[in-house]
């Protein structure tokens, strides 16, 4: 698998694209803006986009959805407890930057599920905290998890938007995100990735 990172939005948002080398299908995680670059480097990358998954459902991580969709006619996967926050502005925080971002998720998905896309399996963690319904992606042939919004370098997500919980964020690293394996590289929604086992001795929330 290939990652391309790609930092998008107002906010600085991680967007990736993990990428099957062998077939050039894509998936692409958290688009949070820039839809029109997204897509040039999609089609000058010569990839076939085959998904969008969110790790949540905040307007910072879904303002590119609705122009990667229309062109590729791609699903959308969220969680099953975020997908009300797309469709609503005062839950999915946009309001915050006086927009209205409004759009529905094609599938949803639970924890523990295994998804098969692009050729790659994706396993399903339900981490809530940041949001009711954040998720990591793990890909365990891989060994990468992309975190969303629930572990940051040395820090983690906020909580205090509506539907957050710290105790119950730190419980969901602590009993999900860190029974994955020490080597595994963590590729964040905002800021640098890192390693579960760096996580494990130096985050100070944990």
Do not use: W
């Amino acid at each position: 698998m290939k990652i391309e990172h790609y930092v998008v939005g107002m906010v600085g948002t991680n967007c990736y694209f993990a990428v099957n080398e062998d077939t050039k299908e894509c998936l692409v995680i958290d688009p949070g803006d820039y839809a029109k670059m997204l897509a040039e480097k999609i089609e000058n990358g010569g990839y076939t986009p085959v998904a969008i998954l969110l790790t949540h459902g905040h307007f910072d991580h879904i303002m590119g959805v609705e122009g990667l969709r229309a062109q590729f006619d791609i699903p959308v996967y969220v969680h099953e407890d975020d997908a009300q926050m797309l469709e609503h502005p005062e839950l999915n925080a946009c309001e915050m930057i006086g927009a209205r971002v409004s759009l529905k998720a094609d599938r949803t998905v639970k924890d523990g599920d295994i998804l098969n896309l692009a050729g790659m399996d994706i396993h399903v963690l339900h981490t809530p905290g940041h949001t009711p319904g954040g998720v990591c992606y793990y890909f365990p042939k891989e060994e990468v998890v992309f975190s969303g919004d629930t572990l940051f370098c040395e820090s983690v997500g906020r909580t205090d938007l509506p539907g957050g919980s710290m105790s119950a964020l730190v419980r969901s690293i602590k009993e999900k995100v860190f029974n994955l394996p020490d080597l595994t590289i963590v590729y964040t929604g905002h800021g640098e990735p890192t390693k579960i086992s760096d996580e494990k001795r130096y985050n100070p929330f944990i």
